[in-house]
């Protein structure tokens, strides 16, 4: 169970690594999001072969691989629309005008598909005994340009260092449990429920991905997000095939 902890800590520490660079340096909008890029790259491997595949292969012709596909993005799509009308729009983009009353939405939106990936960690944990290098790797990275442009918000908006990297640590730790509740909750599961918890988080991940992080990278980073997307794409499959060979 601690090894569930540590594992979700690291994967979300780069959410306080990003708070304190954009704290401390001054970014690029095009930096930021080539890194967006990447991260989104890696999320989509993790997606296709981490989660889905794996939840078809253990529960093929049930349905539930389906239905926790569907259910995952239709569930973020409305927690995105309803954290929208509370006034927070993409909680990476860094055109959006800060104001104190919009960080409570902009970080329930960071959470929301920070702690299914967390989820996930602590279940493949608890399946396979050890956990997903690509998996780790793109939640890690994934993190990092959000953190950053959450951060830039923030700042612009008066908030101070303390405050903001305080606040980037509070949201690793809750994602930290979130691995300690994959690896408990589903160790006696059954297959065709815990191919349906790895949609579920997939389903998630794929909306944030069409709605926030590939939208935003193209936006700043222009004709280099796909670039960086297939780069990052082409690592996590690398990494995906090193652990299997």
């Not at 989660?51 to 539930?64: D, S, W, Y």
């Not at 939106?109 to 997903?132: C, N, Q, R, T, Y």
Request: hydrophobic share 55%; aromatic share 10%; proline share 3%.
């Amino acid at each position: 169970m601690l090894g569930a902890f540590y594992w979700g800590l690291l994967a979300t520490s780069s959410l306080i690594i990003g708070g304190l660079i954009a704290c401390r340096f001054s970014l690029s909008k095009q930096t930021v999001k080539i890194i967006m890029a990447f991260g989104a790259g890696t999320l989509i491997s993790a997606v296709s072969y981490e989660l889905i595949f794996e939840a078809v292969h253990i529960a093929r012709l049930t349905g539930f691989p389906a239905m926790g596909l569907f259910t995952g993005a239709f569930a973020f799509y409305g927690s995105d629309l309803l954290i929208g009308r509370f006034g927070a729009g993409n909680p990476v983009d860094m055109d959006a005008s800060p104001h104190s009353k919009l960080v409570v939405p902009m970080i329930l939106a960071i959470i929301l598909d920070g702690v299914p990936e967390s989820i996930v960690i602590g279940l493949g944990i608890a399946k396979g005994g050890a956990v997903s290098l690509a998996m780790l790797v793109a939640v890690f990275i994934s993190n990092l340009p959000e953190a950053i442009a959450g951060s830039i918000g923030m700042k612009a908006g008066g908030a101070s260092r303390h405050k903001i990297i305080l606040l980037w640590f509070a949201i690793a730790l809750l994602c930290a449990l979130a691995s300690i509740a994959g690896y408990s909750f589903f160790r006696g599961v059954s297959d065709h429920w815990l191919a349906f918890v790895q949609a579920f988080a997939g389903g998630a991940i794929l909306m944030m991905l069409a709605n926030s992080m590939i939208p935003e990278a193209f936006k700043h980073g222009g004709k280099l997000a796909g670039v960086f997307t297939v780069l990052g794409f082409f690592v996590s499959v690398s990494m995906v095939i090193l652990e299997q060979s």
